[in-house]
Structures are given as C-alpha cells and as structure tokens.
C-alpha cells in the first residue's frame, strides 16, 4: 500500500552553483541570476517565481516559526541546519541508520545558504524556521522496511505523530507518510491540528494501480497538497515523475531540483514532489511568521488567490489554482487579516454582546384582512364541493352491480 520516495543523490560542486545561480540568497536578485534563454510563457514564469521568492524573503524568512517533518528523521549536524533541529519521538521502532530523506526534506524547507563549511550550501523555503523531526518512517536500506510498512497501522503513527507536533508548538506540519485508507483517529489528528491553528500539508505523489485516487491525510478537509510542474531554468528532475491529479491539490509548486543536505556533509538533491512540497510548506511557514493567529483556511486561502498562470477556468486537479506566489500569499495574508468574525456595526446588525433578555410586549401584527362576505362565499362553496363528492360516491356504491362469477373448467376426461 505504501512506498518510498524517490530520492536521487547527485553530488558535485557545479550542480549547486546552477541552483544557486537560478534562485539565489535570501534578500537578493542579480540580473545574471536570470535565464538569458528566449522567454516562453513558462520561462517567464520561472522568472517571475524568483522575483516573488526575493521580494517574500524581504518580509519573513520564516522565522519564529517550527516546521514538524514527519518522515525519516532529521540529523541535527546537516549543514545549514546546525542549532535548528528538534528531535521528537521515534514510532518506527526499526534499527535507525543515516536518515537521508528526513534530512534532505529539512534541508529544503529550512536550510539556511551558505555556512563557513558550505560556501555554497543549501537554501531552504524558509531559512531561518526551525526543523522538529519526527520518524514515521524507516530508510528504505532498512531490510525488512517494506513488510513493516505493510504490517503496522501507519495511520494511527501519523496520528499520533500530528498530535506530537502541535503539542510540542509546530506552526506547520509536513507528513510524507500517505496510504489510500483514513482511520477515525487521523481525521481526529488532522482535526485538532486544524482547531490549534496549525497548517497540515501532505506529500502528493501517485503510487499503485491508481496513482490519481485520494491519497490520505492529503484528501482529508483542511490538508494542503501542491502539484508538481516542472520549470525551465531550473535544474529537472531525473527522472521526472508525474503528479497525481485529484481535488487535493491546492496549487503547483516546482518540482525542479533544490540542492540540499544531507547526513555527514553529503550534497543531494530534492525534487518532483519532495520539491513541490518544500515550496509549499515554506510559503506556509513565511506566512505563519508573519502572521501567526491566520487560521489554516485563510492561510490555504491567500496561498490560493495570490498563485499565477492561473488553468483555464481557474482550477483544475493538475496544478490547483496555479503556480505558487510566496511574495502575493504574504500580500494576500496581509489582507485577510483585516477580515472579521463579526458584522460591522450598523443599522440592523445586532450587537455580538447583545443577549436575548425580556422586554416589552410585541405589537400588533397587521395581518391581510379579507371581506367577511368573500369569505363566506369560498367556504360555502368548498362545503358544497365536498357534499358532491360524498353524494357521487353513495351513488355509485349503491348502484353498483355485482359480477357473475366465471364458471369452473371442465375436469380433463380419464
């Protein structure tokens, strides 16, 4: 029912610097960091994503704010995240080896650029949010690791490990434990994250005979979920994997490459969903530092009104609302802000204190008064109507008569 992610290690010095050079350092945008290649529709698109990408990290670079990663686990000493890991329970119960895909998701998310060890180094979405690493999962050189996958009863760890994570004060939870069957007690889980002010985005990826079907906590009310598209520009996937297409998908996010760290100062890459994913739990972590009260739905929300290269219509179940703005979903966060529970004050709006206590009586209700000879002359003919309908009906029975019976057959001759 479950599988592991794709993870493609891809070391090298010349790699980084390509990525480096397509989105930069936190704050800054240089001219050379822009494609020089003629400008499509969705080249334009890349460039535009590196713009509201700085013009976002102007405002928030996430900080003040936890991001729980339920996967593989996280090493604390990855570059670029050094001082930011908190390390949360372990529920997979199996022998605990490098934790390479923990590592690199946080990596994405939250690394913080260069260091003194890592001129270079990673850049999270979010790169100055902190990491709480919760291991839901084992590392797919685990032997074994498979049939546990199949045997436990993955949708109670989720749960348990969402509870964690809010409890413990993560802002945004990225769970990448998925399967095609909820439980009472994840929807619980997702429920009471949501009710805490948390935001809960899940891995989108096909698996399985039917790689488009609901994927769960990610078809869950409340869940966030990105699409992957695939930029020009930008380093591609290899190999590139389809997105699922389904109503989970709020907006498109990069699946594109992301240089990250992993354990012992190894250099990896993250892409196709893990990718999508880092874009869309860093846009939510830069909201929440900015706007920490945002209820989960306004935060889904502003992500959603602000993403460009809108589909046709306006939605579909391949990039949801469109590719991802983290510049616009901090302006449009900022607005819904301004937004209250209650209506304004005026003419005919009840003040919320107001209570329903007694008072005077009510007057009079000026009801629609009819002619009493008018209504005299319906009722008597409603009465006549029914005195007919009775007489016909006595009539008929009395006058009925009876019907012959049918003579038996013959007996057969012997």
């Not at 590196?50 to 003040?64: E, L, M, P, R, V």
């Not at 990596?107 to 690493?133: D, N, V």
């Not at 498979?146 to 409890?167: G, K, P």
Request: with cysteine; proline share 9%.
């Amino acid at each position: 029912m479950l599988t592991f992610r794709r993870v493609t290690a891809c070391c090298g010095v010349a790699a980084a610097i390509a990525l480096a050079a397509a989105v930069g350092a936190p704050g800054t945008l240089a001219a050379s960091r822009i494609p020089t290649r003629p400008v499509s529709l969705r080249r334009g698109a890349t460039v535009q994503l590196i713009k509201d990408t700085a013009n976002a990290w102007q405002i928030s670079q996430g900080n003040g704010v936890t991001v729980a990663v339920l996967s593989t686990g996280v090493d604390p000493n990855a570059v670029g995240l050094q001082g930011k890991v908190t390390i949360g329970h372990d529920y997979v119960r199996l022998p605990y080896p490098e934790p390479i895909e923990g590592t690199i998701i946080a990596s994405a998310i939250a690394g913080s650029g260069p260091t003194s060890g890592s001129p270079i180094g990673p850049i999270g979405r979010a790169p100055q949010a902190k990491i709480l690493s919760i291991r839901v999962l084992p590392e797919s050189t685990i032997p074994g690791s498979r049939a546990y996958l199949r045997q436990e009863d993955w949708q109670d760890i989720v749960a348990s490990a969402i509870t964690e994570a809010v409890n413990s004060g993560a802002k945004v939870i990225y769970d990448t434990l998925v399967g095609y069957e909820s439980s009472q007690a994840l929807e619980a889980a997702v429920q009471y994250a949501i009710s805490k002010g948390v935001v809960v985005v899940c891995d989108e990826y096909g698996f399985g005979n039917d790689r488009n079907a609901p994927l769960y906590p990610a078809a869950l009310p409340g869940v966030l979920g990105a699409g992957t598209v695939i930029l020009p520009g930008l380093p591609a996937p290899s190999p590139t994997l389809a997105s699922p297409v389904n109503e989970s998908i709020l907006v498109g996010a990069p699946g594109d490459q992301l240089f990250a760290s992993g354990p012992d100062g190894a250099d990896y890459y993250v892409q196709n969903d893990f990718a999508a994913g880092a874009w869309l739990v860093g846009t939510a972590a830069l909201i929440k530092s900015v706007y920490p009260d945002l209820a989960p739905a306004l935060v889904a929300r502003a992500i959603a009104l602000s993403a460009r290269n809108h589909p046709p219509g306006g939605y579909n179940t391949t990039i949801g609302f469109g590719l991802i703005n983290p510049d616009g979903a901090l302006q449009q966060a900022s607005a819904l802000t301004k937004l209250h529970d209650t209506a304004a004050p005026g003419p005919g709006v009840v003040s919320p204190s107001a209570r329903l206590v007694s008072g005077p009586a009510p007057g009079v209700i000026d009801a629609v008064h009819h002619p009493r000879a008018k209504l005299a002359a319906f009722g008597g003919a409603i009465a006549f109507g029914l005195i007919c309908l009775i007489l016909a009906a006595v009539l008929a029975w009395r006058w009925r008569r009876p019907v012959a019976a049918a003579p038996a057959p013959a007996a057969p001759l012997p």
